[in-house]
């Protein structure tokens, strides 16, 4: 067996929680990331039949029974991840009832995935039917992004629409744009399914005076849509309260997205 603690799914969530941190999304136990992994390339690390425990989770997952997470730890750290990855961090397969958890690694300790594992499960199960190769669901709090969230509307088309218009990159970067939920308690299985709704359309969803879910095939993809936003959000933030003087008219958006074969969300530039 390979050490795990050396292997590219741990050496790489380490590098990436560690940089989300010193960008400042991730304040103390703030973010979660979970990765469906690859069984075959697991096996190299770990005994895939040795269960350390079972965790029971709160609503019925079946259709991802089988699958297994590296998720990160409730009340946990980003910041600490990459000095103790096996108690930050833990490894998980959903039972093959749905209802529960077979830790295979990690959560050294007692710990448990993150709170927002529920809506971390639904995102995977609306993803993985838009896109086979879908892999990551990424949260944090990145505070361009939550400012917006209380200035502009929150319509899902009118938010994505200013953003587009923020830099020239962005109708490139997330031509599917974003969707936006209200502020609803989180941690919670209406979240969840409200988040899913949104996210089976598009790779990211801001939860409003909250953060951001961004997903994708890698950690990069799912790390560069939520720098592209929040970037995005951080001009609009500088400059809302200024007179505008100039901006990209809806016409240009669109000849940019045709130049870089980029399909905007379906009547979202009309
Ligand atoms: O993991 O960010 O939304 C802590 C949170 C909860
Ligand atoms: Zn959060």
Same mark, same amino acid.
């Given at each position: 067996? !390979? ?7 741990? $050496? ?17 136990? %703030?973010?979660?990331? /979970? ?30 029974? %089988? ?5 990160? %730890?409730?009340?946990?750290?980003? !910041? ?10 833990? +490894? ?16 050294? *300790? ?42 502009? /509307? ?13 830099? $020239? ?21 209406? +979240? ?5 709704? !949104?996210? !089976? ?9 909250? %953060? +951001?879910? *961004? ?10 849509? @939520? ?7 951080? @001009? ?7 007179? +505008? ?21 379906? *009547?979202?530039?009309?």
């Amino acid at each position: 067996m !390979k050490n795990i603690l050396e292997s590219p799914i741990i $050496t790489e969530i380490c590098d990436m929680t560690a940089n989300m941190y010193r960008l400042g999304w991730d304040e103390r136990n %703030g973010g979660n990331i /979970s990765w469906l992994l690859d069984e075959q390339e697991l096996a190299e690390y770990l005994d895939l039949s040795q269960v350390i425990r079972n965790i029971p989770i709160a609503f019925d997952a079946a259709e991802l029974a %089988g699958r297994i997470f590296l998720v990160t %730890g409730t009340g946990k750290y980003f !910041k600490n991840v990459t000095g103790n990855p096996q108690e930050n961090l833990g +490894i998980v397969r959903v039972a093959s009832n749905g209802t529960e958890l077979e830790l295979l690694w990690g959560f050294e *300790g007692g710990a448990l995935p993150t709170s927002e594992f529920p809506t971390h499960l639904m995102n995977h199960m609306a993803r993985l039917k838009a896109d086979p190769e879908h892999r990551i669901v990424m949260h944090c709090h990145p505070a361009n992004t939550i400012a917006m969230t209380f200035v502009h /509307s929150i319509d899902d088309r009118e938010f994505t629409c200013t953003l587009w218009q923020m830099i $020239t990159e962005c109708i490139v970067v997330f031509p599917d744009g974003v969707g936006v939920v209200p502020w609803m308690v989180s941690g919670t299985n209406d +979240i969840g399914e409200a988040t899913a709704r !949104k996210i !089976k359309d598009c790779r990211l969803v801001v939860w409003a005076h909250h %953060g +951001i879910f *961004g997903t994708g095939r890698t950690l990069d993809e799912a790390f560069g849509l @939520i720098e592209t936003v929040e970037k995005a959000a951080q @001009i609009y933030m500088k400059i809302a309260h200024l007179d +505008i003087k100039n901006t990209i008219p809806k016409e240009q958006l669109k000849a940019l997205a045709e130049t870089f074969h980029a399909v905007p969300r379906e *009547g979202w530039l009309d």
